[in-house]
């Protein structure tokens, strides 16, 4: 098993992690703030738009107007609540077989990538990103189909020393073929 802490990453296991969830990394805090952010915004454009829109037709019937606001304000904070849950169930793993990803709770699922099928790695970092002092990985694979994995919301630091590590595999891999 490869130890995380030898990267320099921060690694938050302890008696209050169970056995099975050993390894399992969660995204930084303040990828909570972007994600909740995101969600957010998201709802926040075609409410503004709807009103907008809707304000001038609905004018004279303020009722209406008012429910349909608060649709869109209750709409807007499931999508924050959403935005919480989204990383709160979304944690990564780095071992001797390569890189895993886990997200969801109800809907769970869980990619692996084994470092034998990495075949480049990229970093990107949006503008809230870089303003939140966090960047996405973007692991490409051989094949197709759903050939990248993208982690959103990791420590830019940390984003960088897995990339770097990663590919050290991969050119290690190179050099043994």
């Given at each position: 098993m490869i130890d995380i802490e030898d990267l320099g990453l921060t690694a938050p296991d302890g008696p209050d992690v169970p056995e099975g969830d050993r390894g399992w990394q969660?995204?930084?805090?303040?990828a909570r703030t972007l994600?909740?952010?995101?969600?957010?915004?998201?709802?926040a454009?075609?409410?503004?738009?709807?009103?907008?829109a809707g304000g001038a037709v609905l004018w004279h019937?303020?009722?209406l107007l008012a429910a349909v606001a608060?649709?869109?304000l209750l709409f807007g904070l499931f999508s924050v609540w959403l935005?919480?849950?989204?990383?709160?169930?979304?944690h990564w793993l780095l071992d001797d077989d390569g890189f895993a990803l886990r997200r969801g709770r109800l809907w769970r699922s869980e990619t692996r990538v084994p470092g034998s099928r990495v075949q480049?790695?990229?970093i990107s970092?949006?503008?809230l990103e870089r303003r939140f002092g966090l960047a996405t990985l973007v692991i490409h694979t051989a094949g197709t189909k759903q050939s990248a994995v993208t982690v959103p919301g990791l420590d830019a630091d940390d984003a960088e020393r897995l990339r770097d590590h990663l590919a050290q595999r991969v050119e290690h891999d190179d050099d043994d073929a």
């Open positions: 969660p995204l930084p805090p303040q994600f909740m952010l995101a969600g957010g915004l998201g709802a454009v075609p409410a503004v738009i709807t009103l907008a019937r303020p009722a608060a649709g869109w935005g919480h849950k989204k990383y709160r169930y979304t480049h790695l990229d970092r949006g503008p």
